[in-house]
C-alpha cells in the first residue's frame, strides 16, 4: 500500500517539476492575491471628508470646528457660506458630510442651554454613513461634557459625571481591520488554490487519457487520492508559510498563540480544500469545467458563508445551516482565535474536530465515486 501510494506521489512530483509556472503560480500567486486584497478589504474609516456651514462664526463655534479637525477622523474640505453652496458640494460628492453650525450656537452654549447642530451625510455608503455620523456624535457628547465641566469650576462648584467609561478593547486595540481580514483572506486563498490544484491535475490526466492506466491498475481508490494529495499538501503549506510572512510584513499580523496548533489546522484546512479538489475531479471531464466548479465551490462558500465579510449569526437560520459546509468557517474561527486573540484548544477544539469530520465525508464520498468511474472504464 506505502509503495503505490509513493509511486503516485512520485509521479505526480515529476509532473509537477515540468510545469514550472504551476509551481510558480501555486506558490507566489496566494501572496500576490493577499497584498492586493488585503489593501483593497479595508473598512477602517478616516480623513473623512467634511465641509462646515458655520452660521453662527462665534468663539464658541471655532472651538468646537477645531475639535472636529484635530479629532484625527476628518479633514475639514471646505467653509461655506451659503447652502446653495454646499449642497452642490455633496451631490459632486466632493465632501462626505456636512456639519451646520445654527446661529446663536455660542449664546446658547454660554448660558447652559441646549442646542442642535445639524450634520448632513452622504448615504451613498451606508458603513461610512454610520460610522461619520458616530464620530460626530462622540466628538459632540465630549464637548458637551467639556462644557458642563467647565461652567461649573467657573462657579467654583466640582461636579463628577454619574458614569464613567474605562473602556479598553482586547485583542486589536488599534482597531485595524486588517487584523480581521487578512486570516480571512489566508483562508480564501488556500481554499482557492488547493481546491483548483488537485481538480485540474486529475482532470488533466482525463484529457490525455492517462488516467486510464491508473483505473485499471491495482492502485485502490484511496492510493490514489492519498498519492495525489500529498505533493500539493507540501506546495500549499509552503504557499500559507509564505503568506503569513508577507501577512507580518506588510499588514503587522502577529501569530499571537501556538504555531503548533497553527500548523495542525492548517494542514486539515488544506486537506479539506484538496480532497474538495479531488472531488470536483471526479465530477467534471475537462479543465474548464472543473476549473468553473472549483472556483465556484471554494470562492463564493468561502467569501459569503465563511465569516469572511458578514457575521454568520446575522445571517438568516437557513444560510447559518448551509455554512456548515464550508471548510472555512472552521478554519477561520481557528485562525482568528490563534492569531489575533492568542488562545488555546479549549477555545477551538470542537472546529479541529469539524475539519476532521469534513475531510472524513469528502473522502469517502470521493472514494465511491472515484470507484463508480473505474468500473465504467473496466466494463
Do not use: C, H
Request: aromatic share 12%.
Amino acid at each position: 500500500m506505502l509503495k503505490r501510494i509513493l509511486a503516485i506521489t512520485k509521479k505526480e512530483i515529476r509532473q509537477i517539476r515540468r510545469d514550472n509556472k504551476f509551481i510558480a503560480i501555486l506558490i507566489f500567486f496566494p501572496m500576490m492575491l493577499l497584498i492586493l486584497n488585503g489593501y483593497a478589504f479595508n473598512f477602517d474609516v478616516k480623513n473623512i471628508k467634511i465641509g462646515i456651514y458655520d452660521e453662527d462664526k462665534s468663539k464658541e463655534s471655532r472651538e468646537f470646528i477645531s475639535v472636529l479637525s484635530t479629532s484625527g477622523y476628518f479633514v475639514i474640505k471646505k467653509s461655506y457660506n451659503s447652502k446653495k453652496e454646499f449642497q452642490e458640494s455633496i451631490e459632486m460628492g466632493e465632501v462626505r458630510g456636512i456639519v451646520v453650525i445654527p446661529t446663536k450656537f455660542g449664546n446658547l452654549l454660554s448660558t447652559f442651554q441646549p442646542t442642535k447642530i445639524q450634520v448632513l451625510i452622504d448615504g451613498m455608503e451606508p458603513n461610512a454613513a454610520n460610522t461619520t455620523i458616530g464620530y460626530i456624535q462622540g466628538i459632540a457628547q465630549q464637548y458637551s461634557q467639556k462644557i458642563i465641566i467647565e461652567g461649573f469650576e467657573k462657579r467654583n462648584q466640582k461636579i463628577v459625571l454619574p458614569i464613567q467609561l474605562d473602556s479598553r478593547v482586547l485583542y486589536n486595540p488599534e482597531m485595524k481591520s486588517s487584523l480581521f481580514f487578512v486570516p480571512g483572506l489566508i483562508a480564501l486563498i488556500l481554499a482557492i488554490t488547493g481546491v483548483l490544484a488537485t481538480a485540474l491535475s486529475i482532470v488533466r490526466e482525463k484529457e490525455k487519457n492517462t488516467i486510464e492506466q491508473i483505473l485499471i491498475s491495482p492502485v485502490t481508490p484511496f492510493e490514489m487520492i492519498f498519492g495525489k494529495v500529498i505533493p500539493y499538501s507540501i506546495l500549499s503549506f509552503i504557499s500559507s508559510i509564505l503568506v503569513l510572512i508577507a501577512a507580518y510584513f506588510m499588514f503587522d499580523v502577529v501569530v499571537k498563540g501556538s504555531y503548533f496548533l497553527l500548523f495542525i489546522s492548517t494542514i486539515l484546512f488544506i486537506l479539506a480544500a484538496l480532497n474538495l479538489g479531488i472531488l470536483v475531479s471526479t465530477i467534471a471531464t475537462t479543465q474548464q469545467v472543473a476549473f468553473q466548479i472549483g472556483a465556484i465551490i471554494s470562492l463564493l462558500p468561502t467569501f459569503i458563508l465563511s465569516g469572511l465579510i458578514f457575521p454568520i449569526r446575522s445571517m438568516p437560520f437557513f444560510l447559518q445551516i448551509i455554512s456548515n459546509i464550508t471548510p472555512a468557517k472552521y478554519y477561520l474561527i481557528i485562525l482568528r482565535s490563534i492569531v489575533v486573540k492568542g488562545v488555546g484548544l479549549e477555545s477551538f477544539w470542537n472546529q479541529i474536530l469539524n475539519l476532521i469530520l469534513f475531510n472524513i465525508i469528502v473522502v469517502t464520498i470521493s472514494v465511491i465515486r472515484y470507484k463508480r468511474n473505474a468500473i465504467k472504464v473496466q466494463s
